[in-house]
């Protein structure tokens, strides 16, 4: 069940050309995170992905695509994201399974002591 999926942090319009079809204000920048979600815990990482889509040519321009304007607004972009900070949160299953563990030890310990 291991699934990793990004999560928007920000979108932003910019007033470049598009590469593909030449219009004006209708490329959307996207700014995402990647957030990893198993059955023991949920986890945000570092790693960042940045997408441009026309809107008007409903198409996804690649960085190999961008002029030198659009990498300008693009790093102008990046320089103000707030990132969320890597981060796991333990799920209630894993809170158990680790109080179980604990409880084995000590149960371990307190028999090889005698005193079970």
Known sequence: ???SRFFTLKEARIGNNCPECYSNDSLELTFKQKLI???LYKAITDETLCELLCLNCEEQIFPIR???DIER???YHKRGLKT???S?????IAFGLVIFGVMIL???VL???GIL
Do not use: G, Q, R, Y
């Open 1 to 3: 069940m291991n699934s």
């Open 37 to 39: 979600e198993t059955k």
């Open 66 to 68: 961008w002029t030198d």
């Open 73 to 75: 607004v693009v790093d």
């Open 84 to 86: 969320k900070p890597k």
């Open 88 to 92: 796991t949160k333990l799920k209630p």
């Open 106 to 108: 000590i149960a371990i």
């Open 111 to 113: 028999f090889a002591l």
